[in-house]
Each structure stands twice: as structure tokens, then as C-alpha cells.
Nanobody, 123 residues
């Protein structure tokens, strides 16, 4: 069994920065790709970013390209989402995902999900 735990959410002013962390634990998790989704009130959950198990491949939603950076520390199986130039529309609950397959971690079919962490951006 793999457990996924996010941390790092909170309140930030528009234009500010925030870093989210996500750790996947479990013997098999070290080989897992990881990703981030977000869900704003009244909206569907949407893909934000994904990183391959070794960190060599990344992908982003168009809405965050150039502002967000995803990375992964394979030594402790932790993924990071560095968010810069935050906008009010970035606000929502951010969920971390983990999956053996890089392509699947960026979809709602990802195998493992965290409980989510709230990101609030004040204008």
C-alpha cells in the first residue's frame, strides 16, 4: 500500500510564492511518478503538473507553465511544486498523486491520492 501526504498549503497574496511538498511512502513508491491536481470550489478537479519517478520528465497544464515548477527528490520520494506569481485563480485544494506510470499520474485514474492541502490566494 502506498500513502501520499501533502503539506505546505496556506494563505498567500497574489503575486507571491508558495511551495507544496508531497511524500509517497511504501516500498514500491520509490519508483512511482508523482503529480498535482487542484480543485476550486464549484469546479472540476484539474491537472496541474507531473514528474516521472526519476525526475527527468515533467509536464504542466498550460495555465501554470512558466510559473509553477515540479521536481522530485528520489532519495526521499518527495515531490515539490514551487508556485510563483500566484493568481487568485490558482486558489483551491491541491491534491498529490502517485502512480507507477508517468502518463497515468497526470490523469484522474492515478492510483494513489493524498487528502489535499488548501491554497488560498488573496487579491
Amino acid at each position: 500500500q502506498v500513502q501520499v501526504v501533502e503539506s505546505g498549503g496556506g494563505l498567500v497574496q497574489a503575486g507571491g510564492s508558495m511551495r507544496l511538498s508531497c511524500t509517497a511512502s511504501g516500498r514500491s513508491a520509490i519508483n512511482y511518478a508523482m503529480g498535482w491536481f487542484r480543485q476550486a470550489p464549484g469546479k472540476e478537479r484539474e491537472f496541474v503538473a507531473a514528474v516521472s519517478w526519476g525526475g527527468g520528465l515533467t509536464s504542466y497544464a498550460d495555465s501554470v507553465k512558466g510559473r509553477f515548477t515540479i521536481s522530485k527528490n528520489s532519495a526521499n520520494n518527495t515531490a515539490y511544486l514551487q508556485m510563483n506569481s500566484l493568481k487568485p485563480e490558482d486558489m483551491g485544494v491541491y491534491y498529490c498523486t502517485a502512480d507507477p506510470l508517468y502518463k497515468q499520474v497526470a490523469t484522474t485514474s492515478a492510483a494513489y491520492w493524498g487528502q489535499g492541502t488548501q491554497v488560498t490566494v488573496s487579491s
